[in-house]
């Protein structure tokens, strides 16, 4: 079992800045790509941003220039640093994260799992 917990999330004004984190707890042996995504209120969940365990990065091209996703692999933590930040980024943001999960010694399972969710407001 692989558990997320978000952190980070709230209310800012048009043009602030948030830092958003995800913690990875759990039978972890190895994560390969964790990113966030964003639902906003009755739209479907879009990738925000992906970072690989040798740290590549994408970013959906709305956020560009804005957010930085980044790791700390030692710590199974990502990040998102939101900057200029726009109220259509309103949104609930989740966690995602995949790897290998140790079943016993010497067994691994492939996980996915995702946060709870964390709300980040953008208004004036």
């Known amino acids: 079992q692989v558990q997320l917990v978000e952190s980070g999330g709230g209310l800012v004004q048009p043009g602030g800045s948030l830092r958003l984190s995800c913690a990875a707890s759990?039978?972890?042996?190895?994560?390969?790509?964790m990113g966030w995504y964003r639902q906003a209120p009755g739209k479907e969940r879009e990738l925000v941003a992906a970072?690989?365990?040798?740290?590549?990065?994408n970013y959906a091209d709305s956020v560009k220039g804005r957010f930085t996703i980044s790791r700390d692999n030692a710590k199974n933590t990502v990040y998102l640093q939101m900057n200029s930040l726009k109220p259509e980024d309103t949104a609930v943001y989740y966690c995602?994260?995949?790897?290998?999960?140790?079943?016993?010694?010497?067994?691994?399972?492939?996980?996915?799992?995702w946060g709870q969710g964390t709300q980040v407001t953008v208004s004036s």
């Open positions: 995602n994260a995949r790897g290998l999960s140790t079943v016993r010694a010497g067994t691994y399972r492939a996980f996915g799992s």
């Open positions: 759990g039978s972890i042996f190895s994560i390969n790509a």
């Open positions: 970072i690989s365990s040798g740290g590549s990065t």
